[in-house]
């Protein structure tokens, strides 16, 4: 992957955490080494999560006074997804899911985009697949990709096939693209299977995500590629 | 206390001052809009809660 590649990926993240408008936004920092722009992101990440914290942790706290059915209500008419995101590490794993069970798909969808899962990783592993499934594609749908790929690493493998058969060719490849943890990225491909990355990186071009297929070919493993590469010359 | 948003974190180091500036207004500013949400929001919410339950929860929340 060349640093400017990896640059203008963790651009697009950074751009995502921000609330910009589109990695556009950020074609500035493409000339900034990607550890610098993790780095900050990371700080600005702990700056947004720690701010308010007193409060936030009490809100939390009075949330065991109440039913969930009504905790859901106030989350998406009062609270919205920014701030049920933040609150969302902060209460008990069980309970956090069956709020959630009582939220719309789309609602989640939008406070998934803006929860950090590290900060929630029992919350996120005890949803139900069905559910991950419905809000993966309603994610997908609005664009979120950044936020995504956060999720990747959290999921169990037939959670992860279950979003990978339901998601577009381009949805993959654009979460690929600026996943957390890219080291995974040969095992994600494994589950998408040799046929449909071949397809995957055949179509790229047409989708204007070029860029996003070397950089997918490239964090495929040695075994994939020359895999790839007698598929092509076959 | 002072809030941890008081210390902003530095920019990129690579960044030039101009560009680092644009950012910092940036992360200002997402900082700001998530202080908005929370104080507005929590006060909203406080009609969902029904009756006999809102002495308690603005007891937990120290209102």
């Known amino acids: 992957m060349s640093a400017a590649t990896e640059s203008r990926a963790e651009a697009a993240k950074l751009a995502r955490l921000l609330g910009l408008d589109g990695p556009e936004s950020l074609t500035y920092v493409h000339q900034v080494p990607a550890s610098e722009l993790r780095d900050y992101r990371e700080a600005v990440t702990e700056l947004l999560y720690d701010d308010d914290q007193a409060l936030l942790q009490r809100t939390a706290d009075a949330a065991r006074l109440l039913p969930a059915h009504t905790l859901a209500t106030m989350g998406e008419h009062a609270l919205g997804p920014l701030i049920c995101a933040r609150l969302t590490g902060l209460l008990d794993p069980d309970r956090a899911v069956e709020i959630s069970g009582h939220f719309p798909i789309d609602f989640l969808a939008q406070l998934s985009a803006e929860l950090d899962p590290r900060r929630a990783v029992d919350v996120v592993t005890s949803m139900p697949g069905d559910r991950v499934l419905e809000i993966a594609v309603a994610m997908a749908a609005a664009g979120e990709h950044v936020a995504m790929g956060r999720f990747v690493a959290h999921l169990d493998e037939g959670t992860l096939a279950g979003c990978i058969e339901e998601l577009t060719d381009e949805d993959l490849l654009r979460i690929a693209f600026v996943l957390e943890g890219k080291e995974r990225l040969d095992e994600v491909f494994e589950l998408v299977g040799l046929e449909r990355t071949q397809r995957i990186l055949d179509g790229a071009e047409s989708m204007g995500l070029g860029e996003e297929a070397l950089d997918l070919r490239d964090h495929l493993n040695a075994r994939q590629r020359k895999q790839l590469r007698r598929r092509a010359g076959g | ?63």
């Open chain 2, 1 to 63: 206390m002072p809030r941890p948003a008081d210390q902003l974190p530095d920019p990129p180091a690579s960044l030039d001052s101009e560009r680092a500036a644009e950012l910092t207004v940036h992360t200002k500013a997402a900082l700001r809009r998530q202080r908005r949400e929370l104080a507005t929001s929590v006060d909203k919410a406080f009609k969902h809660i029904p009756w006999p339950l809102r002495g308690a929860v603005r007891r937990v929340l120290g209102a």
